[in-house]
T-cell receptor, first 116, second 116 residues
Framework: QKEVEQDPGPLSVPEGAIVSLNCTYS??????FMWYRQYSRKGPELLMY????GNKEDGRFTAQVDKSSKYISLFIRDSQPSDSATYLC????????????????FGTGTRLTIIP | NAGVTQTPKFQVLKTGQSMTLQCAQD?????MYWYRQDPGMGLRLIYY???????DKGEVPNGYNVSRLNKREFSLRLESAAPSQTSVYFC???????????????FGPGTRLTVT
């Protein structure tokens, strides 16, 4: 069983819809949870991160972490065609204890298409 | 700033051939990483370098060697390419510093390698 599970999709939704992307994980030591966005034929870029449990909002994007369920989510409001990309979740235990050697565990990515 | 650059963008090799993938960053980052991305497997760490002069194995190091030539450059070498090494390879860098609790990994655009 993989440490991080992510539904690969593909997921297609109409423009303006609310999108929900999710990951589950098995390692209870994970403390930092990241979402990367990867456009076709490009490298991943960090969208946002959260520490421990709770919500974090950045514009149309909300990241949610439920450590009790080992479940994280990314919500996209008022989705736009420019949001069409693959979204990767990533996690790690700590940046301080692994100074310079932080090893991120990635999900497989969910391919999202926003239909105009 | 160019960020993280990788060469070549595409490469086709025959089984048994060797090649070196080049990576450079202009952000003065100490840490650099090599990942491979395969369908259904997500991003997996091959090797990383916490600082100039140091390298260490990641999750899937077999069949690869790395060189941290200087602070800017981190190369990945395939000594005898195998079809199982067909993948998209990403280089990344980050800037860990004392007192920081989070530091982002910045990815290059990737090298698409096919081994026949």
């Amino acid at each position: 069983q993989k440490e991080v599970e992510q539904d690969p999709g593909p997921l297609s939704v109409p423009e303006g819809a609310i999108v929900s992307l999710n990951c589950t994980y098995s390692n209870s030591a994970f403390q930092y949870f990241m979402w990367y966005r990867q456009y076709s034929r490009k490298g991943p870029e960090l969208l946002m991160y959260t520490y421990s449990s709770g919500n974090k909002e950045d514009g149309r994007f909300t990241a949610q972490v439920d450590k009790s369920s080992k479940y994280i989510s990314l919500f996209i409001r008022d989705s736009q065609p420019s949001d069409s990309a693959t979204y990767l979740c990533a996690m790690t235990q700590s940046f301080i204890s692994n100074f310079g050697n932080e090893k991120l565990t990635f999900g497989t990515g969910t391919r999202l298409t926003i239909i105009p | 700033n160019a960020g993280v650059t990788q060469t070549p963008k595409f490469q086709v090799l025959k089984t048994g051939q060797s090649m070196t993938l080049q990576c450079a960053q202009d952000m003065n980052h100490n840490s650099m990483y090599w990942y491979r991305q395969d369908p259904g497997m997500g991003l997996r760490l091959i090797y990383y370098s916490a600082s100039e002069g140091t390298t260490d194995k990641g999750e899937v190091p077999n069949g690869y060697n790395v060189s941290r030539l200087n602070k800017r450059e981190f190369s990945l070498r395939l000594e005898s390419a195998a079809p199982s090494q067909t993948s998209v390879y990403f280089c990344a860098s980050s800037d860990p510093r004392a007192g920081r609790t989070f530091y982002e990994q910045y990815f290059g655009p990737g090298t698409r390698l096919t081994v026949t």
